[in-house]
């Protein structure tokens, strides 16, 4: 790494924290209510709002009783948004007239965005309307976003509270998250993306003429659409030519907003963040880098004051900078080396005053290969998906990083909420373990370690594997899976193993040489996201229910703290250990062998 590099990544980290914890004492204090915008500024709106929807804001919950308020609230929620992508021709606000999508992808992208994954196997500039946008996307990201947070918050209260038989009220978490939270700050950044370029508009897609007309001949055809051929049976070719290009236009940068404020990731372009109409400066692409992960880091400052100990959540917080910076530094030092099968062409990849050097491929040249590693890292340790330049032209140990990030279950940050609450369960299985080397039952936050609470830990730890190893074993060895490999090989089987990886792991970025925009791959991995999301946020709250329950026990000189750099370590080891290792045989058989095959000049 140069000089520009650390100085990048140093700055990226420094702005990250420096806003996460005033962030997170501001969202501490909406949480529990005693901000003054939650008790006199919004009050009348959120009033209201309880009153149109027959909500006692008064009553709290159960676990199952908010469990069940959590998965009926987004089985609504996928079901309005498959009733808008099926609809749309026949709804306003589509002045591309674009017709419905496929059943299977309109599955998939309805649970797809409700589960905070946002994986578009479609364009969606040429495929979904503006109210299709708007309404039934846009609208997602936002509760998507909060039904993660309101979870995570509930297990808080779970450590928190002692002899409790209730988690929260749902409903009030959801409205409050939404309201106070991620609707002014998206706002906000949505307004610093427009003064950067990022167009917000409803207008018709636009032709404009191109600087040069391009000459092309194509096959000319009948009424019934067979080719037409001379006398010698040869196929008659028609002259085009093409002197206009057509842009598109419509509201992105309020979308943009909030798909990375939520870790939602599901651009307006299909291109994502490398679009420059969604991404047009290195400005905006830090500002994009900054929202994607300040909110997860918020939460772990939210752990601490909620709990009572704040240097438990810095303690976590510490945990995901630490893995978080080595992670930028293998990516970024991956791509820099660049390929040595061109060195061997006489290519000089080497960095200089008059070069990037590395790995350029797939690119931005505005962003270059700092700001590309650092987004990279970002939005696979995140629950994000947005991309900023093309995965599947990383070099093999560079598409390792992400793909590992992602199998970690993104609990480095990680999604808003689903992070915290990751890494939170990995801390009870990391202190359950020196409990087994000590002989006592483990305790975290004045709370004992049960097994109740351990079996709900392993379901969480062995869900997703579970999830992505049986999906890539079933794409590998079905027909079906097989038509969409691009690339034979290690690398193909990296293609699949990282579809089903971000499937599971909601994260909604993918190895773009797999074409999953099939039947096959529609229903599998919409499959895998729904149980991905919902399979895990049960136990947890099923958790929060527990420990809820439970008695605040005293600290003794026999408690392992859980603040200090000791614990910090320990919680790494846990995660790289439990989590890593359950992937090393298929990581061995993708980008291992391909980074092998490489240097072998294969």
Request: with cysteine; proline share 5%.
């Amino acid at each position: 790494m140069n000089a520009n590099t650390l100085f990048q990544t140093g700055l990226y980290i420094v702005v990250l924290i420096a806003l996460a914890i005033p962030l997170g004492r501001y969202m501490t204090s909406v949480l529990d209510g005693s901000s003054v915008v939650v008790r006199r500024i919004g009050r009348p709106v959120e009033a209201l709002l309880y009153k149109l929807a027959g909500v006692d804001d008064k009553a709290e919950m159960s676990w199952k009783h908010y469990a069940f308020a959590v998965l009926a609230f987004n089985a609504l929620g996928a079901l309005v948004v498959f009733g808008f992508l099926r609809l749309q021709q026949w709804l306003p606000s589509n002045p591309q007239s674009f017709g419905p999508m496929t059943p299977d992808a309109a599955f998939n992208t309805a649970v797809s965005f409700v589960t905070n994954t946002n994986w578009q196997d479609y364009t969606p500039e040429s495929t979904a309307s503006y109210l299709s946008q708007m309404v039934g996307l846009t609208v997602q990201n936002f509760f998507s976003a909060a039904t993660g947070i309101a979870v995570v918050v509930a297990l808080i209260r779970g450590f928190a509270r002692h002899t409790a038989t209730t988690i929260g009220n749902f409903w009030v978490d959801l409205t409050r998250i939404t309201l106070y939270i991620l609707a002014p700050i998206a706002t906000v950044i949505a307004l610093v993306f427009v003064s950067q370029g990022v167009i917000q508009n409803f207008e018709a897609y636009q032709d404009v003429s191109t600087v040069q007309t391009t000459t092309y001949q194509t096959p000319k055809t009948d009424a019934q659409g067979n080719p037409v051929k001379d006398a010698k049976g040869n196929p008659v070719m028609v002259d085009n030519k093409a002197d206009k290009q057509t842009i598109a236009m419509g509201p992105v940068a309020s979308q943009e907003a909030i798909k990375m404020l939520g870790t939602n990731g599901g651009g307006f372009f299909n291109a994502n963040s490398a679009h420059p109409y969604e991404n047009p400066t290195p400005f905006s692409n830090f500002v994009q880098m900054i929202a994607m992960l300040v909110i997860p880091a918020a939460l772990c400052v939210v752990f601490g004051r909620m709990v009572g100990d704040k240097r438990q959540g810095y303690a976590i917080l510490a945990a995901m900078t630490i893995a978080f910076t080595i992670a930028c530094w293998g990516e970024i030092s991956f791509e820099q080396a660049g390929n040595p099968l061109f060195t061997s062409l006489h290519v000089d990849q080497s960095a200089s005053a008059m070069q990037a050097g590395g790995n350029a491929e797939g690119k931005e040249v505005r962003f270059g290969i700092a700001q590309s590693g650092i987004f990279t890292v970002a939005t696979t340790a995140a629950s994000c998906g947005a991309v900023n330049n093309a995965h599947d032209s990383l070099t093999p140990m560079g598409g390792f990083v992400p793909l590992l990030l992602i199998q970690l279950g993104e609990v480095i940050f990680g999604g808003v909420g689903s992070g915290l609450y990751g890494m939170l369960v990995f801390a009870m299985l990391a202190v359950f373990v020196a409990g087994l080397m000590i002989g006592r039952t483990p305790e975290y936050i004045g709370k004992k370690i049960e097994s109740y609470e351990m079996k709900m830990v392993a379901i969480v730890v062995l869900l997703t594997p579970f999830l992505v190893l049986l999906g890539a074993s079933i794409g590998v060895l079905t027909t079906a899976g097989q038509a969409g490999i691009a690339n034979p090989g290690p690398h193909g089987f990296s293609e699949i193993l990282y579809a089903y990886s971000s499937a599971a792991n909601n994260n909604g970025s993918a190895f773009a040489g797999l074409t999953v925009s099939t039947p096959f791959y529609n229903i599998s991995t919409g499959i895998a996201m729904w149980f991905g999301r919902f399979g895990s946020i049960i136990p947890v709250l099923a958790i929060a229910g527990a420990l809820a329950a439970k008695k605040r026990i005293a600290t003794t000189a026999g408690s392992l703290p859980t603040h200090g750099p000791l614990f910090v370590v320990l919680l790494l080891g846990t995660v790289v250990l439990v989590g890593a290792l359950t992937y090393v045989p298929a990581l061995a058989l993708g980008p291992v062998v391909e980074h092998l095959m490489m240097l072998s000049g294969k």
